[in-house]
Structure formats: structure tokens, C-alpha cells
């Protein structure tokens, strides 16, 4: 006879994932350290950073994030965004290609004003997939042309640049849907108060910072709230950063930053005694 | 610089598997454990270190990924209550592998600190003190956790059959 203890040890062992290889952990943790840093630039400094980065990248999931190019006609391909966020506009009709091993793409002629390229990435066999700016996409057999296998990303268009290049090793495959865009970050909101809200951007921080509540709705803190304490040195700075951190409940606001719509939950290192 | 780097990476390719496992038995999902577990070792990576200099890195990055996990949770759900178990999944062949199959289902809809406890002590085998201690909470609430967890396991995966479980004493 069982008993429930060894059930759960057993069920466990029998459900473990059997997990990829870790190679490939380490290109998508440095990818995604590239695609944070990425969206930190231009944000507030010092410790509010890593919370600002938080809020901002909640704020991206409550905005849908961009829709992918589908047609051949030339769109506006971002749902509205929240205020301060990026839209993207096609500016000519997309091109896809199939492709094993690295590969440069043709794209043709950039029409006026495109400054950037909005690309569509994904794996069809297992392999790690590195774009133009070195921001890269590690995909297991599992991931193969899955939405797991795939990859939206805003590339940066230099002038007279016509092509992009995939690199990869060996004979992995993929497909590429590459469109010129035009990417324009919109203006935080200012409410009755004259309180800006919205995401932070290359601009820096608005008063009240877009998030997503625990009840699912997208509101705003404000930014006082997501800051880290500011330590008075750098090694008291590092003994808070070794320290506990305490979950803190912060207030989320409609843009009007008095009427209180839910939750926030971020941590907050706790100083020391 | 180039050392911490050389060792972060040697240890993301000796343990990253292993890290990938344990978010795996959190959450019941890949794509949310690979999730998981790349946010830890992003965190980790920029004071690589200060967590080596710790005794446990690896434990020290079972704790964050813990807290990732809850804080999820609580981000992305607008409450903890247990769930419904989902409906009768494909039959296994054998009775064994369905009641595994069962735990498992039932692991799964528990609040997530009970499940957290409970993969943390049958899965990781950790004492109870150090599961306070990744929790930040007291030994007791982690007792009383495994406790209720167990006990919502039991009633929901063998409330026909009670008669075929006992608990280690």
C-alpha cells in the first residue's frame, strides 16, 4: 500500500520534464538580458530601474504587445498603445522567406521614412537563431514552427541598408517575415492633476506607471511607489541588495491617480536594522 | 568580470537542466518554467558574484525561482483559491500510473505557496527549516501549508477510496 507521500514522489518523478539543452538556456537568458536592457535605455536610473523595468514590461503584456504582419497591404500594425508606448506602422508590403543555415535577406528597397524593420522570426528545426543585432532565439524540436518558435522583434534600419541576415548554425531551418516600418513612440497622457501616466520609454518615467493588477486590470502606480529605497552608499546599497526582499502591495489607479483599481505586488529590499 | 562569466555560464550548463526540471514541477507548464528559470538566472547573473560567494548558489537560485514563481502567480490571477480538478484524462493502461496521474492533476490546482511547499519538500527534499527560509516565512506556516496541501490531495484524489492511504507518521 502507498502511501500519499510516496504517490507524490512518484507522480513527480513520473511528470519530470525532460529538459533541453542547457546551451540553449544560456543564449535565451542573454538574449533576454539584451531585450531588457534594450528597453531600459533611456529609463530612470539607479535603484528604480529594475522595478521601472517591471512595470514596464507589465505594461507591455497589458498592452497585447504588436500584432504580427499578415497582409500585403501596407497598415498600421500596433493595437492602440498605452500611452508613451510604440507604434509600429508598415511601410510596404512583407516579405517571407524559408531558409536553412544563416542566410542574408533581400528585402528590396526601403520606402521613404522606414526606420526600422519589423521581423517575424521562426524556428523550424531545433537551433539557435541570432538576428542582425545580436539578439538571438534558442528553439528545441518542441519549438519548431510553434508559437514558441517564434520571435517578433523591431530591428533598427540603417540608411541604404536593403538586407538583414539570419545567422545559425549548421543546417537549422526557419522562416523569416520581414516588413519596413516606422516606429513612433506616442505621448504619456497628463491627467487633471497634471500627472503624467503611461510607460516609460527612451523618455524616461511618468508619474503614474502602467501595470497589471492582480484582478487583471491594467491601471497605473505611481512611481514613487516602484522605487527602491535609495541607499546613502554603495556598500549599504549592496547589503540591501543581499538582504531579504519584502513583497510590497502597492496601490494601482486609473489615470486619474486617485481611484484605486487593485493591486500591484513588487519586492522592495528590505533595509537593514 | 571574465571569470564570474566563465562560471555563471559553467553553472547554467551543469545545472540549468536540473533548475528547469524543478520550475517544471512548479508550474506544469515548459514554456512557463523556461520562463521561470531565464528570469532567475537574469536576476542572478548581474551579482553573479555575491551568489557564488554564498554556500548554496544553486539553492540560492531554487529561492528566486520560487519567488518568481509566486509573484507570477500573483501577478497573473486575481486570487489563489484551488481550482476544480480538471475532467478524467486519457486512461493509462495502469492503475498505478493513473493515480500518479491523479496526484499530479491535483498538484496542479492546488493555491500555489501549498504546491511550492510540497515540491519543495518531496521533489527537492528540502527540510522544512530551509523551505521557511526560501519562503521567508516561519517553520510552522510551512508545516501548516504541507499540511493543508496534503490534505486537499487527499480528499480530492481519493475521496472514494480513503481507505488505501495512510501518512508516514
Redesign the interface.
Known sequence: ?????D??????R????H??N??G??S??AS??QA?RRRLQGAAAGGAVAVVASAFL?ANMAAGGQQHPGGATPSVTAATPLPGGDVVSHLAAPVTVNRTGSAVVEIGAAPAGADHLDIELTCLSAGTFTVADGASMSCST?DAASD?GTMTYELHLDPGQHTTTITTAGESRWRLTVTYSTVRTTAWGVNKAGQTFGVANANGTPTLVAV?A???KTGYAYARDLDQPQAANPSEA?AW??G??K?IDVPVYTSDGKTVIGT??T?RAAPPK | VGEQQADF?AF???R???L??FA??LT?D??R??DL???A??KV?R?WG?VVAAEQPEAYVRGIVT?EFL?WR?????GETPGVIPSKPVQDPSAA?D???A??RA?AVLPPRQRAV??LR??EDMPDAQIASVL?CAVGTVASLASRG?AT??AQSWADRPD?????P
Open positions: 500500500m502507498s502511501t500519499l507521500e504517490l507524490i514522489r512518484d507522480s513527480m513520473l511528470h519530470e520534464l529538459a533541453p542547457p546551451s538556456l544560456l535565451a537568458v533576454r538580458e531588457r507589465a518542441a514558441t497589471d492582480t484582478n487583471g549592496l541588495q543581499n531579504p526582499q513583497e500591484f505586488v519586492h | 555560464e547554467v550548463a551543469s540549468g537542466a536540473a528547469l526540471r517544471f514541477m506544469h515548459r514554456g518554467a523556461e528559470v531565464q528570469e538566472l537574469v547573473h551579482r555575491r519567488h509573484s500573483r501577478r497573473c490571477s486575481s500510473v493515480e500518479r496521474d496526484v499530479w498538484l510540497l515540491v518531496f521533489y521567508e496534503l490531495l487527499r488505501t492511504l495512510r501518512t508516514e
